[in-house]
Nanobody, 122 residues
Framework: QVQLVESGGGLVQAGGSLRLSCAATGFTFSSYAMSWLRQAPGKGLEWVSAINSSGGNTSYADSVKGRFTISRDNAKNTLYLQMNSLKPEDTAVYSC???????????????WGQGTQVTVSS
């Protein structure tokens, strides 16, 4: 069955960096776009970034543009999110999600991971 397992979260000071990973199993990873979403305490789910199936096209929320970089290694079935210049408002549970098709713009998902906590202290 499909499994998405995130890792790499933790506690970091403002201005610091973290790299999140999402290990995917149970489907043909290279055929599907992937996204990162986050949910801050007391807030709704927020889309963060997406990447198409080949990794050639990416998109970012305005709140993270220029600071976060999404990438994927289809040989390793792994999705990444490099987060630099972190801010306290980036504190959230970050989850990866499998899109319904290969396009980054299809923001509809059928599987999500459990998430990894990112906490940014001021």
């Amino acid at each position: 069955q499909v499994q998405l397992v995130e890792s790499g979260g933790g506690l970091v000071q403002a201005g610091g960096s973290l790299r999140l990973s999402c290990a995917a199993t149970g489907f043909t990873f290279s055929s599907y776009a992937m996204s990162w979403l986050r949910q801050a305490p007391g807030k709704g789910l927020e889309w963060v970034s997406a990447i198409n199936s080949s990794g050639g096209n990416t998109s970012y929320a305005d709140s993270v543009k220029g600071r976060f970089t999404i990438s994927r290694d289809n040989a390793k079935n792994t999705l990444y999110l490099q987060m630099n210049s972190l801010k306290p408002e980036d504190t959230a549970v970050y989850s990866c999600a499998k899109s319904l098709d290969s396009s980054w713009s299809t923001k509809e998902y059928d599987y999500w991971g459990q998430g990894t906590q990112v906490t940014v202290s001021s």
